[in-house]
Antibody
């Protein structure tokens, strides 16, 4: 299974950050995996952002709930992240990843990451 | 949120020698099923994080047996029995028990 993030590397403050993760080697539809986003601001710790199941159930970090939407497009075998009203603190490397959310909770396979800079 | 605190933040190591990293959580990570929900990740230079240990002490697929995890409640440890050059990078503990999942600040392991 492989994951590849895509999207703009530069976003202006107050605009919307939109990223897509393309999954290969497995199908999102019917998968027991969950599909999530984690980010790493420069010099800071990793931060879990949000997750979606193959059936569309979402889990969001409460600190970002008002600004994020995670969605899935099973026809394209992709899932996406939208983060609205971005600020400089949203700058960082964004990773998509598979997650297990059963009795073995963990983030499993990670994409290579995409650097997103918020700047005018 | 559960705060994960690692120590040390920097760890110079000698190849062939053991090494250990501590992780403390602000809340107990022991669940009613008896499992302690702590995972460990290694982010090698220029790479994405990779899962090393889940549920405190279970090695992920392909992880060498020189890596081991232990602990319970709020105190956890990752040990490397004999450090190899390929083990350099930043190690993170992470709790997936309480939402939001949270990470430690990372421990940078480098060769002396």
């Amino acid at each position: 299974l492989q994951l590849q993030e895509s999207g703009p590397g530069l976003v202006k403050p107050s605009e919307t950050l939109s990223l897509t993760c393309t999954v290969s080697g497995d199908y999102i539809s019917g998968s027991s995996f969950f599909w999530g986003w984690t980010r790493q601001p420069p010099g800071k710790r990793l931060e879990w952002i949000g997750t979606i199941s193959s059936s569309g159930t979402t889990y969001y970090n409460p600190s970002l709930t008002s600004r994020i939407t995670v969605s899935v497009d099973t026809s394209k075998n992709q899932f996406s992240l939208k983060l609205t009203s971005v600020i400089a603190a949203d700058t960082g490397v964004y990773y998509c990843a598979t997650e297990r959310r059963d009795s073995f909770n963990y983030i499993d396979q990670w994409g290579q990451g995409i650097l997103v800079t918020v700047s005018s | 949120d559960v705060v994960m605190t690692q120590s040390p933040l920097s760890l110079p190591v000698t190849p062939g020698e053991p090494a250990s990293i501590s992780c403390r959580s602000s809340q107990s990570l022991l669940y009613t099923n008896g499992y302690n929900y702590v995972n460990w990740y290694l982010q090698k230079p220029g790479q994405s994080p990779q899962l090393l240990i889940y549920l405190t002490s279970n090695r992920a697929s392909g992880v060498p047996d020189r890596f081991s995890g232990s602990g319970s409640g709020t105190d956890f440890t990752l040990r490397i029995s004999r450090v190899e050059a390929e083990d350099v990078g930043v190690y993170y503990c992470m709790q997936p028990l309480r939402s939001p999942w949270t990470f430690g600040q990372g421990t940078k392991v480098e060769i002396k």
